[in-house]
């Protein structure tokens, strides 16, 4: 079974587009991913997407 994440606000200003698509870095990639997993444990509860996306850029010394 798919969970999907909601209110997941994503900044794609360093993105590249290719053929109308969006293509995240691979770092903006695991951050998403990491970020996910924390709304995922959370039931996806509103309100802390952007709490999520800073955790896990932490995680990956990003910040």
Do not use: C
């Not at 691979?26 to 997993?37: C, F, P, R």
């Not at 952007?50 to 850029?57: K, N, S």
């Amino acid at each position: 079974m798919s969970k999907t994440a909601k209110n997941i606000k994503v900044d794609i200003s360093n993105t590249q587009e290719t053929n109308d698509a969006i293509t995240l870095s691979g770092l903006d990639t695991k951050v998403t991913e990491i970020a996910y997993h924390k709304a995922e444990s959370r039931g996806f509860a509103p309100g802390h997407e952007l709490d999520d996306w800073l955790e896990a850029e932490q995680e990956l010394n990003l910040s």
